[in-house]
């Protein structure tokens, strides 16, 4: 067996010249057969004229259709559609031949020449495709048996031309591990029809399934998983220990075939992900195409993504501003190595010097300004509020101040769900840069202040967005999960309760540049999260889809909540209305702004108090601009306390 693999795997043995030697001994027999059922095996001198011109006129048609060429062992449905063409062309050819050369010049009877032809049509065809048929089935067999490989029972959901594309892609793969069982599909009409000989099963049979054939991967293409049916045969597949694997989809494949490393296991941000969100990229292409754009924290998660979808509304460039060094550099090099390097500018600067900013706006003059340059882990910042207080705050008054004085059409501040009504120095001190934001944008536009010429006004827009938990930033809780499972756990959890929105960051930036394109000026733009997400349920559902059992192979642990966090976020105050848009992802927040000049001198005296390291005093003065601000597990709950008691007194 093993000599005959060899032998028929080699190239050489696959010579054109023999499958044509193949395909013409098969036409004589056909022809033999056809004469046979006409004559009864009378042959004459004329039968044997058929056969002679019939065959040379065979030779030229088959060479010049190139039937013989191809490779037998992956014939499809188009080569037995060419034998059609091919023997149709050979007979016609023959009949107009034989009709000039036999009747009109010979002047020989040729009747009965058509029955023959048609027979012969028949039978031709019919033998060549099936002696290809046959050929391909022994490779096949011959695949199968020689490679003594474990292979591993799998479902594919879907019933459709994809999922029959890849069973057939597998089965063809010398040597491939996956065996398919069967389909998954939701479809009434298919349920317990077969499908090239594997069943379609409903997702209540994966069960019985898993025990009958000791099923160990379901595979799944790449198309959104959200579909009802696809989502419910997922989340049975975790259930049930089976390994969820994403296949591309074949226009992906390399030279045709599916490679084992293509495959993807599913991801828990794929679970997590919702329908794709309709944006106005038309809208946003008017508003950004051939203007300079800055973007600052261009090298962290969201600042970086909004670097990549940016450019693909063709900006005159994109200046990339960020203090770190190393990650500015990467999206650098992805941004080179695509369309678009010509088109970016790097400058690195911390935006609390505002000398350095200044530098920037003089070189490269932005129309349009996306500040995402923020400090945003809870627990860091409520052990170093100064530092939260100087980038969050002053960093950003700073920015939104040079940005009317070199007259930036549109400015859109990056904000967060943990500025509804902050239990953190984080989430406080981004709510007082949105109240800035805010009051500088109502000053402008109502009383023209702060402008070199008050005759022409100031035309600067200033546009809050404000938005939960991305999924795959930088410190997220998903690729924390993924190491401590990795590592065998447990997996640390703060509480049983806790909750979180989520969102991946494709879609809260194409978010971000449609309500930059709404915004007529202070507005605060709100995005549809979906529903909250637990994460002891986010936790349990990562362990079981990396095969494991919760509980039992790697447990589960609660820490406590951390310094400044909540059980629950929130995207909108009690105090808030909302006003809906034309997008029903996107909301505005309607509240009133602070005047200018009390937000504006309480941000002084907050970073003259953080100039003398005065904490206590400093989350004191946040705590007196927001007056909703009342902390949680932690260090300044004493604060609360105090504040408390002074109000009694009074």
Known sequence: MIYLKNLLFQDKFHSRWLILVIDLMVVLLSLWTS?????????????????????????LVFMIMKIHTCIIRYSNTRDMMRILITVLASNVTFLLFYHLFFAFYLKIDVSGLMDVLLINFFITSSMLMCMRIIIKDVFKYIEATSYKVEKENVLIYGSNEPSILIKNALEAQKGFILNVQGFIDTGVDRISK???????????????????????????TSEDIKIDGKRKAVEKCIELGIKVIIVPSSDQWINGKPNLNQFKDLKIEDLLERKPIKICNEHILDDIKGKRILITGAAGSIGSELVRQVLMYSPEFVVLC??????????????????YGNRTRIFIADIQNAGRIKTLFNLYRPQIVFHAAAYKHVPMMENNPTEAILTNVWGTKILADISIEFNVEKFVMISTDKAVRPTNIMGASKRIAEMYIQSLNNLLFEEHFFNSDPSKGNQTRFITTRFGNVLGSNGSVIPRFKAQIEKGGPVTVTHPDITRYFMTIP????????????????????????????????????????????????????????????????????????????????????????????????????????????????????????????????????????????????
């Not at 499908?195 to 160990?216: T, W």
């Not at 909108?572 to 509240?591: F, G, R």
């Not at 989350?619 to 007196?624: H, L, N, Q, R």
């Open 35 to 59: 004469l046979y059922f006409k004559n009864r095996l009378q042959f004459d001198p004329i039968s044997l004229y058929y056969m002679l011109f019939y065959c040379s006129n065979a030779v």
């Open 194 to 220: 077969c499908i090239e000989q594997k069943q379609v099963y409903p997702i209540k049979s994966i069960d019985m399934l898993k025990k009958r054939y000791d099923i160990k991967s379901m595979l799944i």
């Open 507 to 650: 879609e809260a930036v194409q978010l971000v540049l449609e309500a930059a394109v709404m915004g007529k000026g202070g507005e605060i733009f709100l995005f549809d999260m979906g529903e909250p997400v637990k994460i002891a349920d986010l936790a349990a559902n990562m362990i079981k889809m990396a095969g494991l059992v919760p509980g039992k192979d790697i447990q589960i642990v609660y820490t406590g909540l951390r310094p400044g966090e909540k059980l629950y976020e929130e995207l909108l105050n009690a105090e808030e209305e909302v006003i809906p848009t034309y997008n029903k992802d996107i909301k505005i927040s309607k509240n009133i702004p602070v005047s200018y000049a009390k937000i504006n001198n309480l941000i002084k005296d907050l970073l003259e108090l953080n100039l003398h390291n005065e904490v206590d005093l400093m989350v004191s003065k946040m705590k007196t601009i927001l007056p909703d601000y009342i902390s949680n597990n932690s260090q300044y709950e004493k604060l609360d306390i105090k504040l408390i008691d002074k109000q009694m007194v009074n």
């Open 322 to 339: 960020d203090r770190a060094e190393t990650p500015l550099h990467d999206i650098q090099m992805e941004i080179e190595d695509g369309l």
